[in-house]
């Protein structure tokens, strides 16, 4: 069943029925102390902070390889994709969800998550599991520290 709620659009007094079924919803609301916030915002920009240098670095070896304008064009997909998986893993929002993708990945170790709770270090732990067993992924984690 969809609940939609009217909301007032316009100062003419329009109304726009709009679905509450959003992915927003669905979302786990995940209460942080002030303590692990900042644990929380260390552990999400330090594996970004690699990877983005690993972007940084490997840019910089394709560029120093270019030869013709096919290697150019060749640098500027490797970039763009790159900045679309950026974007797509690292979403504020979703704090536990990008820690266990991070952690599967091999950007985020378990000590990174030194601060948070226990209950939110195993619900990582246990998403790590349970993305690698949707993906199939049967290969240890790739160290990138």
Request: proline share 6%; net charge negative.
């Amino acid at each position: 069943m969809i609940h939609c709620v009217p909301i007032n659009a316009c100062a003419r007094g329009c109304n726009i029925t709009i679905s509450m079924e959003t992915p927003e919803q669905f979302i786990k609301y995940v209460p942080w102390t002030p303590a692990e916030k900042k644990a929380a915002r260390k552990a999400f920009d330090a594996p970004l902070e690699r990877h983005l240098s690993s972007i940084i670095a490997e840019a910089k070896r394709r560029m120093a390889n270019v030869v013709d304008p096919f290697d150019f064009w060749e640098l500027e997909s490797y970039l763009t994709e790159s900045r679309k998986t950026i974007d797509r893993i690292y979403r504020y929002s979703d704090l536990l969800r990008v820690f266990a993708i991070l952690m599967r990945d091999g950007w985020l170790k378990e000590a990174d998550l030194v601060g948070l709770q226990p209950d939110k270090i195993a619900e990582v732990k246990d998403s790590v599991e349970a993305f690698r067993r949707i993906f199939n992924d049967t290969d240890e984690t790739p160290d990138r520290s």
